[in-house]
């Protein structure tokens, strides 16, 4: 069974910078594409960013576009999220995702095959 791990989380100033790590256990990691959707307060979960299984493609919601980075070491089996510039607005659980199926990256949009429980990032003005 897959299991995902966040860490990383915690309190940053505007204009600060944080690091969110996911460990994939339980199968392969490199059989996935992995992903990072954010939800905050009051609000439906959103998509943040995608990583194919291979890392050769990725993509952003255009919210974070050239503030956040989403890169892959398969072996250590982890997705990391680098979020620099960071913005109030970007205070959010933030919840990695997984998905065995090899598809258009457009389509990691929406939904992801394995959840982890998420990390909270509050970001301070």
């Known amino acids: 069974q897959v299991q995902l791990d966040e860490s990383g989380g915690g309190l940053a100033q505007a204009g600060g910078s944080l690091r969110l790590s996911c460990v994939l256990s339980g199968r392969p990691f490199r059989s996935y594409a992995m992903a990072w959707f954010r939800q905050a307060p009051g609000k439906e979960r959103e998509f943040v960013a995608s990583i194919s299984w291979n890392g050769g493609n990725t993509d952003y919601a255009d919210s974070v576009k050239g503030r956040f980075i989403i890169s892959r070491d398969d072996a250590a089996s982890t997705v990391y999220l680098q979020m620099n510039s960071l913005k109030p607005e970007d205070t959010a659980v933030y919840y990695c995702?997984?998905?065995?199926?090899?598809?258009?990256?457009?389509?990691?949009?929406?939904?992801?095959?394995?959840w982890g429980k998420g990390t909270s990032v509050t970001v301070s003005s």
């Open positions: 995702g997984a998905d065995p199926v090899v598809r258009a990256m457009s389509l990691y949009r929406y939904d992801m095959a394995y």
